[in-house]
């Protein structure tokens, strides 16, 4: 299991508030990373990334990601969260990837979102 494997599962899945994880990386549209059956197309990942270069256009007209229509709860140059009904996710940028977390109505969005800013704090830390 590689580094970014692991703190998938043994961080943010860990943390019991978050269902589905993933690293993806920005420059090239990857995914490094992911829990365990959770798949990420590169469409996807360039949907988030566009998001992220203009957070204006998803704060108006939501983001479509994993099949469904989320409506903006934040959206600036370091993280964009995202709400449909009960459920969410979180993705937060660095230089190297965009950390993904999302979660269901039965998790509570707040520690989701705590777990997915402190790792992305880690890796800025880090300078990744």
Do not use: W
Request: charged share 20%.
């Amino acid at each position: 299991m590689n580094e970014l494997q692991g703190l998938v599962q043994e961080v943010l899945i860990g943390c019991g508030h978050i269902e589905c994880a993933a690293f993806l990386q920005k420059k090239d549209h990857s995914v490094r990373a992911s829990s365990v059956g959770y798949e990420v197309s590169q469409d996807q990942v360039s949907s988030l990334v566009s998001a992220f270069k203009n957070p204006s256009a998803f704060r108006q007209q939501g983001i479509k990601f994993n099949g469904a229509t989320y409506k903006c709860v934040r959206a600036d140059k370091d993280s964009i969260y995202g709400k449909k009904e009960n459920s969410g996710f979180v993705a937060v940028q660095t230089k190297l990837y965009i950390i993904y977390g999302s979660y269901s109505s039965s998790m509570h969005p707040s520690v989701c979102v705590e777990t997915v800013e402190k790792m992305a704090d880690y890796f800025r830390a880090k300078g990744k």
